[in-house]
């Protein structure tokens, strides 16, 4: 068969709905110009995700929290929903601030909104690289999060990393994968 | 409130369901021993990916390739998911020969299945860091699939992280910060 089209999207419908998650069935034009269709999940009102990719002094800041489609805890970085009206750079400070108590003291980079599983999802994540300061605190945690602080220098990041028991996040591992090795 | 429990999964069940996606609820109770339900989405059958972090002598080799969750091409690595009986590693070669005609020379680095959005799904998917070697090819693509494959240096990978116009897996972003980054 010839490449005849330009793959693109007709439309989609909704097969199921919970108060935070969206469940669909997109239409779409392959290359060929048959038409298929894909299943993928939003965030109802199409909300956008924060994370921070946090270093204290020559340590890598990391999470470990209880995450519910993990089935157990998971080492990840702080990371959050961004409120209607907020931007990503305060979205990060409120994030950070709510899950280790910690303050951005410098913002080293930000992403433009990137996908997570672009074949699953439309779920798209701001990363902001900082310098971080202050003192952890569980205190501002919300009654559904469950999140532990952790300083890490490249030894322990390391021995997270070969323990196969630990559940790992994709983004922080390959974050593991730079602190780790890098010169 | 005092945390009086240790948060766990209790019980899930299904929302919605197409040929390869579910979605569930699943039923959990959180620090302070309250039951709570959390929406997410599962392959069926648990199916779980592989993405490979090819290397090409001081190239990076990237894919842009049509997504549908996205709505249009994304900047990303090769990927695919792994068939039952396969492993990981076998996988990874024959997804990056299917999506690009490219071999791999070396293996560098490979991590348990990480998670690609903890929050949202149990998708778990294996990072392979290999050194690649080969002439790309589009001819094993298959009829769903319109990928196309870049060989970048520092300042071309620079270029698409700073075009705004451009959709990128946040994999893939946190790789070329540290490839566009590295001393």
Redesign the interface.
């Known amino acids: 068969?010839k490449?005849t089209a330009v793959?693109r999207?007709l439309g989609e419908n909704v097969?199921?709905r919970?108060?935070?998650?969206e469940?669909k069935?997109?239409a779409?034009v392959?290359?060929?110009g048959?038409e298929?269709?894909?299943?993928?999940?939003s965030?109802v009102g199409g909300q956008q995700a924060v994370m921070i990719?946090p270093y204290f002094g020559d340590k890598l800041v990391v999470t470990r929290e209880?995450?519910?489609?993990?089935?157990g805890c998971?080492y990840?970085f702080p990371?959050g929903l961004i409120d209607p009206g907020e931007d990503a750079a305060r979205a990060a400070q409120r994030e950070l601030d709510e899950e280790t108590g910690l303050k951005i003291a410098e913002v080293l980079?930000v992403?433009?909104p990137?996908?997570?599983?672009?074949?699953?999802?439309?779920?798209a994540?701001t990363?902001v690289?900082a310098r971080v300061e202050g003192t952890p605190s569980r205190e501002k945690l919300e009654?559904?999060e469950?999140i532990e602080t952790l300083f890490l220098d490249r030894e322990q990041v390391a021995a997270i990393?070969n323990d196969?028991a630990?559940?790992?996040?994709?983004?922080?591992?390959?974050?593991f994968?730079?602190f780790v090795n890098?010169?």
Chains 1, 2 share one sequence.
Not at 36 to 41: A, D, G, H, K, N
Not at 66 to 71: K, Y
Not at 166 to 172: D, Q, T, V, Y
């Open positions: 068969m490449e793959p999207v097969l199921a919970t108060k935070f998650v469940f069935e997109r779409y392959n290359k060929f048959e298929r269709r894909w299943s993928l999940v965030r990719i209880f995450r519910v489609p993990v089935g998971c990840s990371a980079a992403s433009p990137v996908f997570n599983s672009p074949g699953l999802c439309d779920e994540v990363l690289y009654a559904d469950d990393m196969p630990n559940a790992i996040g994709a983004k922080a591992w390959i974050e994968y730079h890098k010169k």
